[in-house]
């Protein structure tokens, strides 16, 4: 079975500028949860979908969003960035229950200059 | 709030040196506690999941234990292929948490051979 994928794996943006990133689940798999990961602050969770509606969020601000499709697959989307944005941004999907285990994929590497 | 606090920050070991990672956490209704194991440039891997205190799980030379309060994670006869960022994460119970994980900051094992 394939893994979690995301698209792209590398990615780098001026201030200003916004971005998008995609997600594709394990196949079966309905909830996608997307965490931004840097150096200072660990991890941290952003939001969460299943079956295309917004499950939970994080303290983040609305320059931060995100959708998912009716495939499961997700984007998330970060508008007018800042220096601070750049992060590895993973993806998680998990089957519906909670609790599941949650897989995660490569990351996506920003770098806002 | 979910707090999760991993200790120590870094632990390096010798090939052979058994020890313990600890996870103390902080939350409103334990769903459930994840292990997780992260390599420079990649997603976590999923390692365990524990659900209720007094529960024990085990792969390979890991272990994985569970009381009201923390977590450990037991490495027993590590190699340098043990090597990485070991991160604990809880899930709490509650209607508007879905599948949310509040990660610690991890602890960075290095095993010498």
């Known amino acids: 079975k394939a893994g979690v994928t995301q698209t792209p794996r590398y990615l780098i943006k001026t201030r200003g500028q916004q971005v998008t990133l995609s997600c594709s689940p394990i196949?079966?798999?309905?909830?996608v949860s997307w965490y931004q990961q840097t150096p200072g602050q660990g991890l941290q969770f952003l939001f969460e979908?299943?079956?295309?509606?917004?499950?939970n969020k994080g303290n983040f601000p609305g320059r931060f969003s995100g959708r998912q499709f009716s495939n499961s697959r997700s984007e998330m989307n970060v508008s007018t960035l800042e220096l601070g944005d750049s992060a590895l941004y993973l993806c998680?999907?998990?089957?519906?229950?909670?609790?599941?285990?949650?897989?995660f994929g490569p990351g996506t590497r920003l770098t806002v200059l | 709030e979910d707090q999760v606090t991993q200790s120590p920050e870094a632990l390096r070991l010798q090939e052979g040196e058994s020890s313990s990672l600890n996870c103390s956490y902080t939350?409103?209704?334990?769903?459930?506690l994840f292990w997780y194991r992260q390599d420079p440039g990649k997603g976590p891997e999923f390692l365990f999941t524990?659900?209720?205190a007094g529960e024990e799980k085990e792969k390979e030379r890991l272990k994985a234990t569970l009381t009201k309060k923390e977590s450990f994670l037991h490495i027993t006869a590590p190699k340098p292929e043990d090597s990485a960022t070991y991160l604990c994460a809880v899930q709490a119970r509650g209607e508007t948490s879905g599948s949310r994980l509040t990660f610690g900051e991890g602890t960075q094992l290095t095993v010498n051979p």
């Open positions: 939350v409103s209704g334990l769903r459930g």
């Open positions: 979908y299943f079956s295309e509606t917004q499950r």
């Open positions: 998680a999907s998990s089957l519906a229950g909670l609790a599941a285990k949650q897989f």
């Open positions: 196949s079966g798999h309905r909830s």
């Open positions: 524990l659900y209720s």
